[in-house]
């Protein structure tokens, strides 16, 4: 059964037509220009048997869900009370972004637990799964948003573009240098010292060594010692969304 599952986020929306763990297709629209007409559009040209949606996004949520809603296909919205075979050792479920909720239900279905999830978009999300269900997590930021400030806050300082930071020296020899060696460096820094105290918490709980799985496009940023102990599942939010749809009307 085809499932076309919407992610909204703050500033792009993710598609994805997908099958089992099979992404069939997939996209992205910014998120401004998801509208009715895009929407419809988009249906149209996939023409998928169910639909399942996750949003950060509420006054995105409220124009599109209707449209969702009335497509005559069985619609899914993925939020905390509405979530199947997720347990919860957090005291506020409903605090936590449907996204990172989509995540853990893909990484039930990759992974299985404990396992860590790292996602990098416009923040670094890092959320932990156990036996017992979704377990809390950390929210810093994203690595866009690290060369954005830097320019942004700062009157000489110019743009960076986090594509590009890569491959750089360690000590700048020019501005630019700098800049790409701080924000390079520091991002990958950040992520090996919350990947070790998430792992080292987990096991002082009496857990053993979570698998990671890191999804969103910054993966390439992540320190050497930890590149190859994690897994990268670039569609991780879509396989789980498709999955929480299944569990509703299985």
Not at 10 to 26: M, Q
Not at 41 to 69: D, E, K, N, W, Y
Not at 111 to 140: C, F, K, N, Q, W
Request: aromatic fraction near 4%; proline fraction near 6%.
């Amino acid at each position: 059964m085809s499932i076309f599952c919407l992610d909204v986020g703050n500033t792009h929306a993710h598609w994805g037509v997908v099958e089992g763990r099979r992404v069939l297709a997939h996209g992205e629209i910014a998120t401004q220009a998801l509208d009715t007409a895009a929407l419809t559009g988009l249906l149209a040209a996939q023409s998928p048997a169910g639909i399942a949606l996750a949003s950060v996004v509420p006054r995105v949520t409220a124009v599109i869900q209707p449209v969702l809603m009335s497509s005559g296909r069985p619609f899914y919205h993925l939020q905390h009370d509405t979530v199947k075979g997720l347990g919860f050792d957090y005291p506020k479920p409903a605090e936590v972004g449907q996204d990172r909720l989509a995540d853990c239900v893909g990484a039930q279905l990759v992974a299985g637990s404990p396992a860590v999830i790292i996602g990098m978009g416009t923040a670094t999300t890092v959320d932990i799964l156990t036996e017992r269900g979704y377990a809390g997590g950390i929210i810093a930021p994203g690595l866009g948003v690290m060369t954005q400030y830097l320019h942004e806050r700062t009157a000489l300082l110019p743009a960076l573009d986090p594509a590009a930071l890569l491959g750089g020296p360690a000590i700048g020899k020019s501005t630019i240098d700098a800049m790409r060696a701080g924000c390079a460096l520091g991002f990958a820094g950040m992520m090996g010292a919350l990947l070790d105290g998430v792992c080292a918490e987990l096991i002082r709980q009496g857990q053993s060594m979570p698998k990671v799985i890191v999804t969103g496009g910054a993966a390439i940023y992540l320190p050497a010692a930890w590149r190859d102990r994690v897994t990268h599942e670039p569609h991780l939010t879509l396989i789980g969304l498709a999955e929480a749809h299944r569990r509703q009307f299985s």
